[in-house]
């Protein structure tokens, strides 16, 4: 029983060693293209848009009500 769960264990280790980096490097290459791109706009326009976004989708002040 052990000689079999010593070669489930192996098999599942060379699979997870063998197809990690494949399925890695997808998500590394836009890690690094986000990256690039953030990088490449100033941060006074990140600033802006966010303050431009911000003001423009501010909830509606709540309707007060004359009793």
């Known amino acids: 029983m052990i000689r079999i769960i010593r070669w489930l264990l192996l098999a599942a280790f060379?699979?997870?060693?063998g197809l990690w980096p494949a399925a890695a490097t997808p998500v590394?290459?836009?890690?690094?293209g986000a990256a690039v791109i953030?990088?490449?706009?100033?941060?006074?326009?990140?600033?802006?848009?966010?303050?431009?976004?911000?003001?423009r989708h501010?909830?509606?002040p709540a309707p007060v009500s004359a009793a």
């Open 14 to 17: 060379l699979i997870f060693v």
């Open 58 to 60: 501010q909830p509606a």
């Open 28 to 32: 590394g290459l836009a890690a690094t």
């Open 38 to 55: 953030l990088g490449l706009i100033p941060v006074p326009v990140w600033l802006a848009a966010g303050l431009i976004a911000w003001w």
